[in-house]
């Protein structure tokens, strides 16, 4: 393996990794808050499509919640552990039908559930970006770990 191994055309493979990674987070970054925003915002509308009173009305957050710790939690030797990719498009994936069961429950135990898993996948996705962009960038990230 020789000097030039690293490099593929002009720019290091390194380089190139990086500027593939780093919008790809940024937009996660940026899908992930506006998933935080979701339950909030259409909490009004929930309450009058299921009536519900406000203690049920504000589960549908903290199930999101605590779909974040969970998912959170759970992510983390999973990420130490497996290719990062396959995990990432798996959280966008669930992240995208927990939203499309959201969207479409008949049942407020069925929009609970969607909230959690939506809340599951994104903590999951978060926790996995968290780690993946420290790491395209170890010389950044080095002095502040």
Not at 9 to 16: F, I, L
Request: with cysteine; proline share 8%.
């Amino acid at each position: 393996m020789g000097f030039a191994s690293g490099f593929v055309g002009t720019v290091p493979y390194r380089a190139r990794y990086v500027m593939s990674v780093m919008p790809l987070a940024l937009l996660a970054f940026f899908a992930f808050g506006v998933t935080l925003a979701i339950p909030g915002a259409l909490q009004p509308a929930f309450a009058r499509a299921f009536g519900l009173d406000l203690a049920q009305s504000g589960a549908i957050a903290s199930a999101f919640m605590l779909g974040i710790l969970l998912g959170s939690l759970a992510s983390a030797p999973l990420v130490d552990r497996w290719p990062r990719r396959p995990l990432f498009a798996a959280g966008v994936a669930t992240c995208a039908l927990a939203l499309a069961g959201m969207g479409a429950a008949p049942s407020y135990a069925l929009l609970l559930a969607s909230a959690l898993g939506l809340g599951a996948a994104a903590g999951s996705y978060e926790t996995l970006l968290n780690a993946a962009v420290p790491e395209s960038q170890p010389e950044r990230a080095a002095p502040r770990l």
